[in-house]
């Protein structure tokens, strides 16, 4: 136990930056921990900012859903850039060219800017466009379009959070990247009961007070990451010489990156079609489904954490021309994933009614999240492996594949299977949970299968 505390402090003070040698254990552990606990942080936001918004009202949680699944496309961007900051940055590490790991986070930081700004206007003034378009009722526009037109302005944060957290992870600087996220949702956290309910001075702004916590928290954790780059606290340091604009690398990380938006886009895309769907069920199957999966993402994002050690542990291994040691890694993180999903498994399946009850008493929505939770979670045995695989494919740099097997599982596979089983074959909202299901296991069976091949240890980043 004390070998074990020991090594927990040392994950947690990320000391380590190299992880080509050694105890591969030992390596998913230093880059697991932070990562699953910034993770965790990330997914606990999520539960206590809809538990005080679902306080409001039905339409408030139902404005944060179709806002969401809107703004998953946002998401698709920045993690389509993490994505590609993680391969090239940890490559560069890993052939310990850490100038030019450096040289490549600038770009990161300046095509981040400039997305969001082109973004966050277009949200900003396509606010209540967005919410109609999503099947929002005139009292939820009335109501949320504050809300939607504050997240897409904070739409700079929300990248860098995303791709700057990608390049400290890339150069193995997990523990970086755990304080930025820890500092951005804990400061949304104190805030948001603040902003949504008031308090002296401060007045009560409903759901958009949600965005104003959230846009506070995102800037401040940008702010530390971006003090950390410049002072140079990790493996890798962005010089203000380095903050120009250098197409060559601008290309090669676009191209990078185009797979893994792509990818991603893939994924969230079918996720807004997926809540059209449920939306003419009514607001409070919406609400049900919002409060379901904000509780599925307090589960799948700590397994991220092991998936994203994978991706780190790839492109590092790789660029020390270690492929087997990168495989080995991948296979051993996604057994770990697996054991940990299968208990959180058999805990939604038994307590389902009292975790959704506790954000919300309304019997359909409570109803509705309960079967949600339950059926999807027969999925979590896939999903373990297939999110692992699935982001050392692109630790890899290889982000073509998981793009090919998100159109086909997601696009030809999901979205058909759950308008079939909601509308034609009448099995209502159950029939999206199932088709989400289906399609995220075959997406596992077929990363198992291609992973093995093993084309991805001859990518070039």
């Known amino acids: 136990m004390r070998k074990f505390f020991d090594l927990f402090l040392q994950a947690l003070k990320g000391e380590e930056h190299e992880y080509t040698s050694g105890s591969i254990n030992r390596a998913i552990f230093l880059l697991s921990v932070p990562m699953i606990l910034e993770m965790v942080m990330e997914s606990l936001f999520a539960v206590v900012d809809i538990f005080f918004v679902s306080k409001v009202n039905t339409d408030a949680v139902a404005t944060v859903g179709l806002t969401e699944s809107v703004l998953t496309l946002v998401y698709s961007v920045a993690i389509g850039l993490s994505t590609a900051a993680t391969a090239i940055v940890s490559r560069r590490v890993g052939e310990k060219r850490f100038s030019e790991a450096g040289h490549a986070a600038a770009q990161v930081i300046l095509v981040s800017i400039v997305l969001g700004v082109v973004i966050g206007v277009s949200g900003f003034f396509g606010a209540e466009s967005i919410l109609r378009a999503m099947g ?3 009292n939820l526009i009335q109501s949320g379009t504050d809300f939607t037109r504050i997240i897409f302005a904070s739409s700079p944060a929300i990248i860098l959070l995303y791709t700057l957290s990608g390049v400290l992870r890339g150069g193995g600087d997990a523990a970086l990247a755990m304080r930025s996220l820890w500092i951005a949702n804990g400061v949304n956290m104190l805030l948001c009961p603040l902003f949504i309910f008031g308090w002296g001075p401060i007045p009560a702004f409903g759901v958009a007070g949600s965005a104003m916590a959230t846009t506070v928290g995102r800037t401040l954790g940008v702010a530390y990451q971006l003090y950390s780059l410049t002072k140079g606290q990790g493996a890798v340091q962005v010089l203000a010489s380095q903050l120009k604009a250098n197409l060559a690398i601008i290309h090669n990380l676009i191209s990078v990156a185009a797979g893994g938006t792509g990818q991603f886009l893939i994924a969230s895309a079918s996720w807004v079609f997926l809540t059209r769907i449920l939306s003419d069920f009514g607001p409070q199957i919406v609400a049900g489904y919002t409060i379901a999966i904000r509780v599925i993402v307090f589960t799948i994002l700590p397994s991220w954490g092991m998936a994203n050690a994978a991706a780190t542990l790839v492109g590092q291994n790789l660029g020390a021309n270690q492929p087997q040691r990168a495989e080995t890694s991948v296979w051993r993180a996604a057994f770990f994933n697996f054991v940990f999903l299968s208990i959180i498994a058999v805990v939604f399946f038994v307590f389902s009614a009292d975790i959704v009850g506790w954000f919300n008493n309304d019997p359909t929505t409570v109803a509705t999240g309960v079967n949600c939770l339950r059926i999807i979670c027969f999925g979590y045995l896939f999903f ?28 030809a596979v999901e979205i058909p299977l759950a308008y079939l089983l909601a509308k034609h074959l009448q099995m209502g909202p159950n029939g999206v949970y199932i088709s989400v299901a289906f399609s995220e296991s075959l997406l ?14 001859t990518m070039k980043v």
């Open 444 to 457: 596992a069976i077929v990363g198992i299968l291609l992973f093995r091949r093993g084309k991805w240890k």
């Open 136 to 138: 929002g009722s005139e």
């Open 384 to 411: 373990a492996y297939g999110m692992v695989i699935s982001q050392s494919f692109n630790g890899a740099g290889d982000t073509l594949t998981p793009t090919l097997m998100n159109l086909v599982c997601f696009w």
